[in-house]
T-cell receptor, first 110, second 117 residues
């Protein structure tokens, strides 16, 4: 079955880089996504990567995909206190139905 | 443009009752999906509708049902509520679905927080 795994917590100092890691099991995944959820809010799409790419950069965000190892990472450069949130990794199947990890809670220390 | 809108934002129901949650997708989006997010967990896929037809169903009991209307809005219905149905119910919309299709990324609403007592 499909499964997405993430570490549950990450703590970084303001200004440092954050790296959130994710592993997935479904080799037929088409797109892989990163969503951000702030307390009491819905999910905000941050970025996504097509499964035949290995890197995507979008301003402070860098996504790396190792398809062989089924490993996805999200790097946030110059992390700010406003980046404190829960980050979800998700994979989509051929009908774009998403399977989410449990989320990584990022805490940014001023 | 308005994003995905869900109503109500919060509600409290008693065990055994029925609930209807509503979702309006982004204008021009034809796909609506429903997800259940229990506290401390990631969202879990419940249903997907595209062009008013059910295209997918997650591992949820028959107490859960949904439909999509001609204007692409959607309702999620849950019968015989259990305490374990307490969760944030999220609706997501996308323009299209299908492997390789453009504009398939899902945009989520703020959710409906359901508490069953």
């Amino acid at each position: 079955g499909e499964d997405v795994e993430q570490s549950l917590f990450l703590s970084v100092r303001e200004g440092d880089s954050s790296v959130i890691n994710c592993t997935y099991t479904d080799s037929s995944s088409t797109y892989l996504y990163w969503y951000k959820q702030e307390p009491g809010a819905g999910l905000q799409l941050l970025t996504y990567i097509f499964s035949n790419m290995d890197m995507k950069q979008d301003q402070r965000l860098t996504v790396l995909l190792n398809k062989k190892d089924k490993h996805l990472s999200l790097r946030i450069a110059d992390t700010q206190t406003g980046d404190s949130a829960i980050y979800f990794c998700a994979e989509s199947n051929t009908l774009d139905q998403l399977t989410f990890g449990k989320g990584t809670k990022l805490s940014v220390i001023p | 443009d308005a994003g995905v809108t869900q109503s109500p934002t919060h509600l409290i129901k008693t065990r055994g009752q029925h609930v209807t949650l509503r979702c309006s997708p982004i204008s021009g989006h034809k796909s609506v999906s429903w997800y259940q997010q229990v506290l401390g967990q990631g969202p879990q896929f419940i249903f997907q509708y595209y062009e008013k037809e059910e295209r997918g169903r997650g591992n949820f009991p028959d107490r859960f049902s949904a439909r999509q209307f001609p204007n692409y809005s959607s309702e999620l219905n849950v019968n015989a509520l259990l305490l374990g149905d307490s969760a944030l119910y999220l609706c997501a919309s996308s323009q299209h679905i299908g492997q390789g299709a453009p504009n398939t990324e899902a945009f989520f609403g703020q959710g409906t927080r359901l508490t069953v007592v």
